[in-house]
């Protein structure tokens, strides 16, 4: 970063915090997903997956109209990494619609199958996300150090 821009800082900042928190908040969700396909009681799987589409979408779009952009602002050589974690966003859409769509043939085995792929798919993705992120923060310590040693 060339200029130290406090307000997009402060702002990306906070966005990272809350991409973070929801990253835990969609483990649990998974979690109940989880247990609800184990315990093969359609309603409750039904309700486990909308929550779980739900917290998804609400999670992919506050990274695709803030967090990413954000980043971008203030890094612009990161654009292809955000590229590519914006495609896999449409993958795992899709693969929550294919999720619905076995649970309503009661194909349990395959909502398992895809379930569990997903869900090592979707560690990696934030593994990825929060790596990013915590290299942004890097860049901003060493920012302000400089900006103290002038
Ligand atoms: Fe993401
Ligand atoms: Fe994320």
């Not at 060339?2 to 906070?14: C, K, S, W």
């Not at 835990?24 to 039904?46: N, P, S």
């Amino acid at each position: 970063m060339n200029e130290y821009r406090p307000g997009l800082e402060r702002r990306l900042q906070r966005n990272l915090r809350r991409v973070s928190s929801q990253h835990r908040q969609l483990d649990e969700m998974y979690g109940h997903l989880l247990r609800a396909l184990d315990d093969r009681v359609t309603k409750r799987a039904e309700d486990a997956l909308r929550h779980f589409e739900e917290g998804l979408s609400a999670h992919f779009s506050l990274e695709e109209k803030h967090t990413f952009p954000a980043v971008h602002g203030a890094h612009p050589t990161c654009e292809s990494a955000l590229i590519a974690l914006a495609q896999e966003h449409s993958v795992f859409r899709s693969d929550v619609e294919r999720l619905g769509s076995l649970l309503s043939k009661g194909d349990w085995l395959g909502c398992d199958q895809l379930l569990d792929e997903l869900a090592l798919r979707l560690a990696q993705h934030e593994g990825r996300e929060e790596r990013l992120l915590e290299e942004e923060e890097e860049e901003k310590k060493k920012e302000e150090g400089r900006l103290e040693d002038r």
